[in-house]
Nanobody
Framework: QVQLVESGGGLVQAGGSLRLSCAASGRTLSDYDMGWFRQAPGKEREFVAAIRWIRWSTENTYYADSVKGRFTISRDNGKNSWYLQMNSLKPEDTAVYYC???????????????WGQGTQVTVSS
C-alpha cells in the first residue's frame, strides 16, 4: 500500500545542482522521519540526510559529513513529500539515491520501514 517514488536524478557536471523529490502514497507520513540514502557501485548503502518532525512547525535535520554544507533536506507534510537539494556536486556523489521513511524513534541513520526504487545521479568531472 505504501509506495515511495523518487524523481529528479540525472547527469550533471561537477559543481552543478540537482533537486531530488520523494512522493509517498498509501499512508500519511507526517509523523515519520524522512531520509535519503545512496549507494555507489561497489559500495555499501550509506546515509545521506534525514529530517525529523519534532512537533508542529519544528524539525531537526541530519547530514552525513560528506554532504554537510552542500545538501539540504526539506519536507512538505501537506504533500506527503520530501526533497534533497544537492549543490556543488562532486564526482564522488555519483550513486543511486533512495528515499526512505520510518517511525520517529532511535537513530535517523537506520531502521527505515519504507523505501523507494532509487534514482540515478551521475556527476561528471
Amino acid at each position: 500500500q505504501v509506495q515511495l517514488v523518487e524523481s529528479g536524478g540525472g547527469l550533471v557536471q561537477a559543481g552543478g545542482s540537482l533537486r531530488l523529490s520523494c512522493a509517498a502514497s498509501g499512508r500519511t507520513l507526517s509523523d515519520y522521519d524522512m531520509g535519503w540514502f545512496r549507494q555507489a557501485p561497489g559500495k555499501e548503502r550509506e546515509f545521506v540526510a534525514a529530517i525529523r518532525w519534532i512537533r508542529w512547525s519544528t524539525e531537526n535535520t541530519y547530514y552525513a559529513d560528506s554532504v554537510k554544507g552542500r545538501f539540504t533536506i526539506s519536507r512538505d507534510n501537506g504533500k506527503n513529500s520530501w526533497y534533497l537539494q544537492m549543490n556543488s556536486l562532486k564526482p564522488e556523489d555519483t550513486a543511486v539515491y533512495y528515499c526512505a521513511a520510518k517511525r520517529s524513534f532511535g537513530t535517523v541513520e537506520g531502521g527505515y520501514d519504507y523505501w523507494g526504487q532509487g534514482t540515478q545521479v551521475t556527476v561528471s568531472s
